[in-house]
C-alpha cells in the first residue's frame, strides 16, 4: 500500500494542495496500520498487543482521512469531473458508492476500537486489521482512479 501511495504522490503531488493534504494523511493513516498491525518495517511489534493510545491514533487519522475524503476531496474531484465532460462525471458517479463499504468498515472499526477495549476485544484486533487492511486498500485503489481520471482529462484539456 505504501509503494502504491509513493506512485500517487509522483503522478499527482503538487497540483492541487488539497490533493497534496489527502495524500499525506494517507501516508500518516498507513505508517500507523503498519505500526499497529506489525508490518515491515515494523515488525518487531509484531506479536505484542498494542497500547490503546496508539489503537486511538489510528483511529483518529482513520476517521479523519474517510471524512475528509467525504466532505472535502470528493466534492472537489466530482466538481472537476463535471466540468471534464460526461465521461469522467459518469465515473466519479459509479466510483463513488463503490468507496462506501470502505467508510463503513472503518467506522465499524473506530466504534469497536475507541471506546476502551478488554482483552478479548485486544485479541481480534490481527483480524480486524486486517479486514480493514483490504477494504481501505481497495478505497485507495478507487480514489486512485478518480485523481487518474481527472488528472488525465485535465492535462488533456491543457
Partial sequence: MLTKLERAVDAWGGSNTLIDHW???????????????????YEKNKGQLPEEDHIQQFCNLLVDYVSEGHFEVYDQVASACEKNGEHSKSLAQSLF???????????????????????????????????????????????????ETLFERHSEAS
Avoid at 505508517?31 to 515491515?40: K, M, R
Avoid at 484486533?125 to 485507495?140: P, T, V, Y
Fill in 97 to 147: 458508492p463503490k468507496i462506501s463499504p470502505s467508510t463503513d468498515a472503518a467506522l465499524d472499526f473506530n466504534d469497536k476500537y475507541t471506546n476502551g477495549v478488554d482483552d478479548d476485544t485486544l485479541m481480534e484486533l490481527d483480524q480486524d486489521l486486517s479486514r480493514l487492511g483490504q477494504k481501505m486498500e481497495e478505497r485507495f485503489e478507487l480514489e486512485d482512479r478518480l485523481l
Fill in 23 to 41: 495524500l499525506e494523511s494517507r501516508r500518516q493513516l498507513l505508517i500507523h496500520y503498519c505500526q499497529l498491525a506489525g508490518l515491515p518495517p
